[in-house]
């Protein structure tokens, strides 16, 4: 049994002070970092680009997450293996070409992911998902920060896990979006491998023991 992967969402970290952020994340017992690229276009709000992932990649020491929430991803896609990115997951809903878009993240030798809204059906990923690394379940809606959980999530990520297994795919099932202590351990009994924690991480009195109270509880 593999270990269930907690990452951070820096959307919710200090960005007056995101370098000490950053190496709370480094010096924690998180796993990845899960960066949150919106454009004000795909979703209704604007959250950072390059320089400040630029910024990022120059400190962190773990697994840089990137989750574009963008139109037309297959622009940025070499940029963003430029800067850092060890995983780059784009929305079902946000490309034409979805298998020709998880090719060209591979060929720039990233893993490659694709992110489901709420309201899209898992059915879609059938014929793709042996080629895709990870999937994202938005359990809120895309584009804001500390929204309430989606309870249907629960029965997404069921779903997915049977997918996969049917198709004998290793794909991660990753989870963003109200993730608390209060549905992590059903998420993962559920199928989940890696959670997605801003607001419940860094609004936090004490981050470093809140991730390792989340890591414990999800690899119990």
Request: glycine share 6%; hydrophobic share 40%.
């Amino acid at each position: 049994m593999t270990s269930k992967l907690i990452a951070p969402s820096i959307l919710a970290a200090d960005f007056g002070n995101l370098q000490r952020d950053v190496e709370m994340v480094n010096n924690s017992e998180a796993d990845w970092f899960h960066i949150d690229i919106m454009d004000g276009v795909f979703v209704p709000n604007i959250s950072y680009g390059m320089p400040v992932l630029k910024a990022i990649s120059q400190h962190a020491t773990k697994t840089i997450d990137v989750h574009l929430m963008i139109v037309d991803p297959d622009r940025y896609i070499k940029t963003f293996a430029e800067l850092g990115s060890d995983i780059l997951t784009v929305h079902y809903e946000a490309c034409t070409h979805l298998h020709r878009t998880i090719q060209a993240i591979k060929a720039e030798g990233m893993k490659a992911g694709v992110a489901l809204n709420p309201h899209t059906n898992i059915k879609v990923l059938e014929d793709i998902i042996n080629d895709v690394d990870v999937v994202l379940i938005m359990s809120v809606n895309p584009g804001f920060g500390g929204q309430s959980f989606i309870e249907n999530t629960y029965n997404k990520v069921k779903q997915l896990k049977k997918l996969i297994e049917q198709k004998g795919a290793t794909t991660l099932i990753e989870i963003d979006g109200g993730v608390t202590d209060k549905n992590a351990e059903t998420l993962i009994e559920c199928g989940a491998d890696v959670l997605v924690a801003g607001s419940y991480v860094f609004k936090s009195t004490d981050q470093l023991k809140t991730i390792s109270n989340l890591k414990s509880a999800i690899n119990s």
